[in-house]
């Protein structure tokens, strides 16, 4: 039985009870949540050895890294590798987005190499297997999903939502930049070129036939998303999520669990209002968020850019952030960027999970360790305790190995508890 | 005649003329929040060549990056180097905190290197002169401010509201690192050794006399700035900020420029409090924030963190951000730290820019080129061009010159620009 059902019945699982422990939550709020469809546990049947994690109701924001080849570089070891660098780094989840070369083999291989729940975009490889993206047949994407489903996979994107009639919005209103999502291209080439309605939209109940023999969780992707600030808070992006909306009704029904995505480029002052609709349209589904980047024209920092906007899109509710690389824009990321994109997510979750009253301590930690000047338990307590290390160590202290060669002897901790603890 | 005493009389001067041109914005308006104090052109009438920077009043928002030496590394040569190299790379204004080597010197090369206004914190020279903080008289002060002023520093960090009422309000409440402010420390540390009230408090009237005689702006330190996001917004810190509204006021009736500074660590939640609780309290005194970090767990990445935190503030009104560098908390910054923590903190002032309403039309650029796949393009927009073609030469495309390594043949913009101008 699917874990939506077991949590509507007021069934307790494995998995929710792992969930609740990780977060330190009651396992009764991770099953209701769960069972009214505002937390997801993606975790295939087919898939063991899994840290499960929940996404949503309120707990600690998770963040997905994105690994894979493209027609350039398809090296199966690299991209296994990038894989286990994000989880290394602190990466909740990894997909495999994979265009290039054995998809196939990568996918499999990523999904013995990390023990986090893997999603994955099988359009791109129903697309690529016949070289253009009009050659693929409306059963090559739903053989390409049940393939993935079979292999363990856990969540898919799924782009339902790119309709005639979202094209026909985008018709009458225009755009900067009309579509800037992978999948979401490929189902309007493909409605153009067939002159079909999207398959994924149409057959949405076989869709959901499928996940449910796995209980495969659907990530709504946003594939009318904008691409630029410009394109920000649209028609076409709007009528995208209403539809999406719909279908995550329809899911729910049928025990389907589902995360809704969202943005891509937003203007910072967009982005609360672009989480607070998600969450009141879709009615407390998981938001899931491509950054969001406010600013394009940071390439090569775009994981910093993403990190503002990530941040602030947590602080406002949404539940998962899809991290940034610094090359994104650019080209296929390396494992450096990889970890790079990897810990500005983690800080921007940070950031948003400190102001909701989780994790706090952390910092509290931290801040004891500073008073303390107790280096070690700061490099310990660090995000990243490799790179603290490594540039205390650029700069050692040459007077003084108590303080830092910021301020040397004119330490305001150390002069603070020198004379504070004096009479004035 | 002061700046601020001409615009109160309505009379445009030069500097005011520089400052509308370069912001797009008519000379009056300039003039008048000017007038009012809500904005300042920090510039030291001896000081010549200098590109007026406007901070406040609405303008773009300005970033400062600190340079300096320190017991353990003082290079002469070096922080020259990092001065340039922050402007280089967009910072808008220097300040040189150095405290150890050839301080004078220092300054003196970075006053001649870079054309734009340069601050200082003369007690740090005050106290550092003496070797020990205490051991420095109130003459050595005002004595170390005159120096600067006298060659040409625009403006001074001034920590006017450590008071012995402030000290007291800390014992009382208490907190988890007293003080992180260098120069606070100073203050504090020489007010309980001698038992006296802060002489930058009881002699204000004296310091405005010196400012009055450069046009020196001063920029009112935040002494009990929170070192840690469990003190922030404590009573500690609004008791130094209600002392600063009053020498705010006191500045102004005498035609003296001030900034007021601003923390420092401050969880996301609490920022655009912060923000609208200064422009009250201080009638809109622009307002210079020290990153703010959002988490204390980050060390190797506050660049990341102060990103975060700037854009917030910026966004809710916050006129003036300085920049944090990779090491901070770890070491003194080399000239590459430098220049990370100039381009974060300068995606952070556009962030927030951008949803003011300020330059976005560089994102639209950047769009439009990335629908033509225009590179070159791309490249010349770039906050950083060199590291966005140093990137994308990394992993260059192998297959089709037009497209990145991240997609190839499926690259979104391509396919929909194919397709879209298709019927369907």
């Given at each position: 039985m699917?874990?939506?059902?077991?949590?509507?019945?007021?069934?307790?699982?494995?998995?929710?009870?792992?969930?609740?422990?990780?977060?330190?939550?009651?396992?009764?709020?991770?099953?209701?949540?769960?069972?009214?469809?505002?937390?997801?546990?993606?975790?295939?049947?087919?898939?063991?050895?899994?840290?499960?994690?929940?996404?949503?109701?309120?707990?600690?924001?998770?963040?997905?890294?994105?690994?894979?080849s493209s027609p350039d570089y398809a090296d199966v070891d690299e991209e296994v590798k990038k894989a286990e660098v994000a989880v290394k780094y602190g990466a909740d989840t990894v997909m495999?987005?994979?265009?290039?070369?054995?998809?196939?083999?990568?996918?499999?291989?990523?999904?013995?190499a990390v023990k986090v729940p893997v999603g994955t975009v099988p359009i791109y490889q129903a697309a690529t297997k016949r070289g253009s993206v009009v050659d693929m047949s409306s059963d090559d994407i739903f053989n390409a999903i049940r393939k993935?489903?079979?292999?363990?996979?856990?969540?898919?994107?799924?782009?339902?939502?790119?309709?005639?009639?979202?094209?026909?919005?985008l018709r009458r209103n225009g755009r900067l930049l009309d579509f800037v999502s992978r999948g979401g291209s490929f189902v309007v080439a493909w409605m153009i070129h067939h002159g079909e309605e999207n398959p994924l939209y149409r057959e949405f109940d076989y869709l959901l036939d499928i996940a449910r023999e796995y209980d495969l969780t659907?990530?709504?992707?946003?594939?009318?998303?904008?691409?630029?600030l410009a394109d920000a808070s649209d028609p076409v992006q709007f009528q995208e999520l209403l539809t999406i909306s719909?279908?995550?009704?329809?899911?729910?029904?049928?025990?389907?669990?589902?995360?809704?995505?969202?943005?891509?480029?937003?203007?910072?002052?967009?982005i609360e209002a672009n989480v607070k609709l998600e969450k009141t349209i879709c009615k407390g589904a998981p938001f899931y968020v491509l950054g969001p980047l406010p600013t394009d024209i940071a390439p090569g920092y775009d994981h910093i850019v993403g990190a503002i906007g990530g941040a602030l899109a947590a602080a406002a509710g949404a539940d998962f952030l899809c991290y940034v690389t610094p090359t994104e824009h650019l080209c296929?990321?390396?494992?450096?960027?990889?970890?790079?994109?990897?810990?500005?997510?983690?800080?921007?979750?940070?950031?948003?999970?400190?102001?909701?009253?989780?994790?706090?301590?952390?910092?509290?930690?931290?801040?004891?360790?500073?008073?303390?000047?107790d280096w070690e338990r700061q490099f310990e307590l660090a995000i990243d305790s490799e790179r603290a290390v490594e540039l205390r160590r650029k700069r050692p202290p040459t007077l003084d190995p108590s303080v830092c060669t910021m301020c040397g002897k004119y330490?305001?901790?150390?002069?603070?508890?020198?004379?504070?603890?004096?009479?004035?």
């Open positions: 699917l874990q939506m059902a077991k949590a509507k019945r007021g069934e307790v699982t494995e998995e929710m009870r792992a969930v609740a422990q990780a977060e330190g939550r009651p396992v009764e709020q991770v099953m209701k949540e769960l069972a009214a469809g505002r937390l997801v546990i993606p975790k295939n049947v087919r898939r063991e050895e899994v840290e499960v994690k929940g996404i949503g109701g309120g707990l600690r924001t998770k963040v997905n890294a994105n690994v894979g495999d987005l994979s265009i290039g070369g054995d998809i196939d083999e990568i996918r499999r291989r990523i999904l013995k993935h489903a079979e292999d363990g996979v856990d969540f898919v994107t799924v782009h339902c939502g790119v309709t005639r009639e979202a094209v026909e919005t659907l990530s709504l992707g946003d594939g009318m998303r904008p691409g630029c719909e279908l995550v009704e329809r899911a729910r029904a049928r025990d389907v669990q589902t995360i809704v995505e969202g943005p891509g480029h937003l203007p910072i002052d967009h296929l990321p390396s494992s450096e960027d990889v970890k790079e994109g990897v810990i500005a997510a983690r800080i921007a979750a940070h950031v948003a999970d400190v102001a909701r009253g989780i994790g706090v301590d952390k910092d509290i930690e931290m801040a004891r360790a500073r008073r303390e000047l330490c305001a901790i150390k002069i603070t508890r020198e004379y504070l603890s004096k009479k004035s």
